[in-house]
């Protein structure tokens, strides 16, 4: 049963394509016509800072990750946090709530970045800015949100995955892209490239544009060296979590990919516990996919997360303070 794959269309893929991308490249142009179109739009200038961790391709980048990096650098500023909450259904202005808000209703997400810092989801940035600013904020983060253009930014990083890179370099639906690298690489001061360059990706920005190497450290894996573990996770690139599994030593008994931001039921969470007293495994999450769960059944399962360590920190808080310098 194990099954050790993406979940968006093999053809997405680096050195991938082929005829399906081929027969999807019309419908990939005005897709990045359209997206071009909307980010040209001038956004509303907020009086604090504005940090956006945003990417060019759909989801798995390390966006989130690279957040909470940030709340914890900027906790002293009075940071908080904007997004959009996917797999939500709250669309207005909603500051989130995590003794009270449910996955379902807000997201997994923004549950995660609440722990660290004030949320708030909106699928309208400017509006969601607002209401941070009017609870005090000092310097916004989005989480995603490059390619929105409601809120002008003051400090874009592009998040780039090391191991899937920018995919076979199509846009949507043709492979991965949003848009263009190019077009998103401009509006941003740096890129963020977390995991080995597997792809090649740093070859494709352009050559003045700074690169922030980090790495991911799971956290809550110290101990699993040598055991049995199922592994489950829908998030963007689940293989990134089996690997980092393997990786600290467990046995990967099974390992069970599910869709991005997947909202579990209980009798498929009840199932995978069956299977892995049946295995004799210990059954294994992520922090995202396990605030999708009910308490009773969350507590059954080992939480490992991930945090980035960098290369050169030094070079980011450098960054971070030029940017607040260079504001009024």
């Not at 998030?235 to 690997?243: D, E, L, M, T």
Request: glycine share 10%; aromatic share 4%; net charge positive.
């Amino acid at each position: 049963m194990t099954r050790l794959f993406a979940t968006s269309p093999g053809f997405w893929r680096h050195g991938q394509g082929g005829w399906p991308a081929r027969l999807l490249a019309p419908a990939a142009c005005v897709y990045a016509a359209a997206t071009a179109q909307r980010v040209a739009r001038p956004g509303w200038r907020a009086p604090v800072p504005v940090i956006c961790c945003g990417n060019a391709t759909a989801g798995g980048a390390g966006k989130t990750t690279l957040a909470l990096d940030l709340g914890e650098r900027l906790a002293g500023r009075g940071v908080a946090f904007l997004t959009r909450g996917h797999g939500g259904r709250v669309r207005d202005v909603h500051r989130v709530d995590p003794g009270r808000d449910a996955a379902a209703i807000v997201g997994d997400e923004p549950l995660l970045l609440a722990g660290c810092a004030p949320t708030f989801v909106a699928a309208d940035r400017a509006a969601a800015a607002r209401a941070a600013i009017a609870a005090g904020a000092g310097v916004l983060v989005l989480d995603d949100g490059l390619q929105n253009p409601t809120l002008a930014k003051d400090l874009s990083l592009l998040v780039i995955d090391g191991a899937s890179g920018f995919g076979n370099g199509h846009v949507i639906p043709a492979g991965p892209l949003r848009e263009p690298v190019a077009a998103a690489a401009a509006r941003c001061a740096a890129a963020v490239l977390i995991g080995e360059d597997r792809t090649g990706a740093a070859a494709l920005l352009p050559p003045a544009l700074p690169v922030l190497r980090a790495r991911l450290q799971q956290t809550g894996a110290d101990d699993l060296a040598g055991r049995r573990v199922l592994a489950f996770a829908g998030i963007g690139i689940p293989g990134k979590f089996f690997a980092g599994l393997a990786a600290a030593g467990a046995t990967l008994a099974d390992a069970i990919p599910f869709p991005d931001h997947h909202p579990y039921t209980e009798t498929e969470i009840r199932v995978l516990l069956a299977r892995a007293v049946l295995l004799r495994a210990l059954p294994v999450t992520t922090p995202k996919d396990a605030i999708r769960l009910p308490p009773e059944l969350r507590a059954q399962l080992r939480q490992v997360g991930v945090r980035l360590v960098w290369d050169d920190p030094a070079a980011l808080d450098a960054r971070l303070a030029s940017m607040f310098l260079s504001l009024p």
